[in-house]
């Protein structure tokens, strides 16, 4: 019989930034701090996972007693000055 771990899932939002150089930076906002990069879009996505879960793992005493979802998202905005 398989007994199941109740885990707790969090959502962030994560902003990505395309390099000129190449390659991808990405940070969290929420989470100060918190940031990678990766030469792919997959591979930086990868590594800010593992980021966010090694900042919690080291911020467990900081973590929020309730983990909501907030419905944000990034958007470029170009103003004309």
Known sequence: ????????????SV??????????????????????????FEEALG????AIELYLEDNKANEPDDLEFKKQFVLPVKVYA
Not at 20 to 39: D, F, I, T
Not at 47 to 50: A, L, Q, T
Request: aromatic share 10%; net charge neutral; charged share 25%.
């Open 15 to 40: 902003v990505f930034q395309e390099e000129k150089a190449g390659g991808y930076s990405v940070w969290v906002p929420s989470l100060p701090g918190c940031a990678s990069q990766g030469e792919t």
């Open 1 to 12: 019989m398989m007994t199941h771990m109740k885990r707790k899932v969090a959502e962030y």
């Open 47 to 50: 590594n800010i996972k593992e």
